[in-house]
């Protein structure tokens, strides 16, 4: 191979690679925003259910995750605690809760919709039982 082709080469392998590298950024840019897009949504309706219940809010560090996504929105429901996470850019839908005081109970991700599934369950035979206004 001469130098020649070893050099046109290397020039296409650098704009192919370059290439790559900006698809991929752009990928990873939209998806970005496809889950602040979800995390925005989801976040109305964690601040809806926190005006129906006993809840407040916290700033929870855990290790390994940017501070940005320290602050923590914990409910109360009849079924146990609940809490979710949010990016300081979403505080706004939660500042007039008060600050929470109660320590987190340990719940993880399965058991907090375990109690939000109970809590659509008790909701629903209270309804059927004529024990819950509508």
Known sequence: MSWR??????????????????????????????????????????????????????????????????????????????SWHYHEREAHWFEALPPYTKPWDGHDTPEKYRRLAALTSQTNTEKQTGNLEP
Do not use: M
Not at 24 to 39: F, G, K, N, P
């Open 5 to 82: 082709e070893w050099w046109d080469r290397v020039l296409v392998g650098n704009a192919e690679e370059a290439i790559y590298q900006n698809r991929l950024e752009r990928e990873r840019s939209v998806t970005r925003d496809i889950l602040d897009l979800a995390y925005a949504e989801r976040n109305q309706v964690v601040a809806a259910l926190a005006k129906l219940f006993p809840s407040g809010t916290a700033r929870t560090a855990i290790d390994g995750w940017d501070p940005a996504w320290h602050g923590c929105v914990y409910i109360d429901l009849p079924t146990g605690q609940v």
